[in-house]
C-alpha cells in the first residue's frame, strides 16, 4: 500500500488549500483514511477521519473550517482546509487502517504517505 499526499503551501491566515492523497495498493474504498498534522516540536495529532461506509469525524480545532471527502473511483482523499490559521500550520499526513473504521491516534493506521508542509502566515 503506497499513499502520495500532495497540495501543501503557503497560504495567508483565513485563506484555503486543498490536499490530495492519492493510494494504490489495495481496494481504497474498504478501509479507514485519517489526516493527521505535525507541528514542530509537537505530537502528530488526528485532524480527520473518513470510515467505511462514509462516516467522517473532525477533531474539534477544525470542525467547520476543514471537510474529507472521498473519490473512490480515484482512489484518492482530498482535505479541503477553509479559513485557515496560523496555528493550522505543520506537516500533514495522510494515513490508512487495515480497517474499515479506525480511531483517532495515529497508531490505528497502519500505513502513511510522506507529508506535505502547510504553513499559514499571520
Known amino acids: 500500500v503506497q499513499l502520495q499526499a500532495c497540495g501543501g503551501g503557503l497560504v495567508q491566515a483565513g485563506g484555503s488549500l486543498r490536499l490530495s492523497c492519492a493510494a494504490s495498493g489495495r481496494t481504497f474504498s474498504s478501509y479507514a483514511m485519517g489526516w493527521f498534522r505535525q507541528a514542530p516540536g509537537k505530537e502528530r495529532e488526528f485532524v480527520v477521519g473518513?470510515?467505511?461506509?462514509?462516516?467522517?469525524y473532525y477533531a474539534d480545532s477544525v470542525k467547520g473550517r476543514f471537510t474529507v471527502s472521498r473519490d473512490n473511483a480515484k482512489n484518492t482523499v482530498y482535505l479541503q482546509m477553509n479559513s485557515l490559521k496560523p496555528e493550522d500550520t505543520a506537516v500533514y499526513y495522510c494515513a490508512t487502517a487495515k480497517r474499515g473504521i479506525a480511531g483517532y491516534s495515529a497508531y490505528d493506521y497502519d500505513y502513511w504517505g510522506q507529508g506535505t508542509q502547510v504553513t499559514v502566515s499571520s
Open positions: 473518513s470510515w467505511r461506509g462514509g462516516s467522517t
